[in-house]
C-alpha cells in the first residue's frame, strides 16, 4: 500500500444527494486527514439494493490507481448483527457493511477480508442508524494516514457470500441474462459481458445477432447513433456489458421494464423466446 498521505478515496452508498449525509462523512474523513482526495462514485442507486451497488463497484474499481480506499454503504443492516468488514483486493481497500455488497471482491484470489472490531478508530458514540459516518468513514480516514489494516480487527472467512447474477449460454447457440442496473438515461445495463458475447459470436458479427426482451427483438449495434432518435438499439457499454438504449430517449420507461426482467441473444434466424 502507499504510504504517502495524498491518498483517494471513492464513496458508494444509497444515500442520494437530498440529504447531508454524504457530505458529513466527507466531513469525518477531512476531519483526520485534509489532505485526502474524495471521490464520489454513486449515491442515486436502487435503495437498499446491495446487488446492484455490488456491480457497480466491481465495475468501477478498476479505474483507481492501486492504494485507492472505497468506502461503499449499502446497508439495511444497519445497527443490527450484521459486522463491518474491510477487504483488501488488488492493492485497494474496501470498507462496508457484511451483507454481500463487498463478497463479489473477497471471493477473487489473494483477497483478505477483516472484520472491522478495533473501536478506537470509531467516533463515539456510534450511531444505530448512520454506521457510514460512525464507522466507515473514520476508518477510511485512518487508513489513508497509513494506520495498518491489521490495526483494525482480525482476519475472518465467514463473511455474507452471494454472487452477483451472471449470463449462462443456452445450448450453443444463445446467452441468458438479466437486467442489472439502469443508469441515468435509461439505459438497462446487463449481466452479459463483452467477452461472453465474443465467445458466443465465435468470429461472427454481432450484428448477425438480436437481444430479445420484452417480446422484442433488438439490434446490437456499435454506437448509440447506429439507430435512428427513440428507437431501440443494444451495444456494448463503457463498463464492457452488453446494455439496451433508445436513442436520445428512455429505454426503461419506453420499454416498461426493470431490473430483474430476463435478456436472451441469440441470431437473428433462431432467437429463442424469453417467454
Not at 444509497?14 to 477531512?30: A, E, Q, R, T, Y
Amino acid at each position: 500500500m502507499r504510504s504517502d498521505t495524498r491518498r483517494v478515496i471513492t464513496l458508494l452508498t444509497d444515500f442520494g444527494l437530498s440529504d447531508p449525509f454524504v457530505g458529513i462523512m466527507k466531513g469525518v474523513v477531512l476531519g483526520i486527514n485534509p489532505d485526502v482526495a474524495l471521490v464520489d462514485l454513486c449515491h442515486g442507486g436502487q435503495a437498499y439494493d446491495a446487488t446492484e451497488a455490488a456491480f457497480l463497484l466491481i465495475t468501477s474499481y478498476r479505474y483507481f490507481s492501486p492504494g485507492t480506499i472505497h468506502i461503499a454503504v449499502v446497508d439495511p443492516g444497519v445497527g443490527g448483527p450484521r459486522r463491518p468488514i474491510l477487504v483488501a483486493c488488488g492493492g485497494h481497500l474496501f470498507i462496508g457493511p457484511d451483507n454481500g455488497l463487498l463478497a463479489p471482491l473477497a471471493e477473487k484470489a489473494g483477497s483478505q477480508v477483516r472484520a472491522l472490531t478495533a473501536t478506537r478508530y470509531f467516533l463515539q458514540p456510534v450511531s444505530a442508524t448512520f454506521h457510514g459516518r460512525d464507522l466507515f468513514a473514520p476508518v477510511a480516514g485512518h487508513l489513508s494516514l497509513g494506520v495498518e489494516p491489521a490495526c483494525f480487527g482480525k482476519p475472518i472467512d465467514d463473511y455474507v457470500r452471494f454472487a452477483v447474477p451472471r449470463s449462462a449460454l443456452s445450448g450453443t447457440s444463445s446467452i441468458r441474462g438479466e437486467i442489472l442496473h439502469i443508469d441515468r438515461f435509461g439505459n438497462l445495463v446487463t449481466n452479459i459481458a463483452h467477452v461472453d458475447l465474443e465467445r458466443l459470436t465465435a468470429g461472427d458479427s454481432p450484428a448477425a445477432y438480436v437481444v430479445s426482451v420484452a417480446g422484442l427483438e433488438i439490434p446490437i449495434v456499435a454506437c448509440y447513433g447506429q439507430v435512428a432518435a427513440a428507437a431501440l438499439g443494444a451495444v456494448i457499454g463503457s463498463a464492457d456489458y452488453l446494455e439496451i438504449f433508445a436513442n436520445q430517449g428512455d429505454a426503461s420507461r419506453l420499454l416498461g421494464i426493470g431490473r430483474g426482467t430476463e435478456v436472451v441473444v441469440g441470431r437473428k434466424d433462431a432467437t429463442p423466446s424469453c417467454f
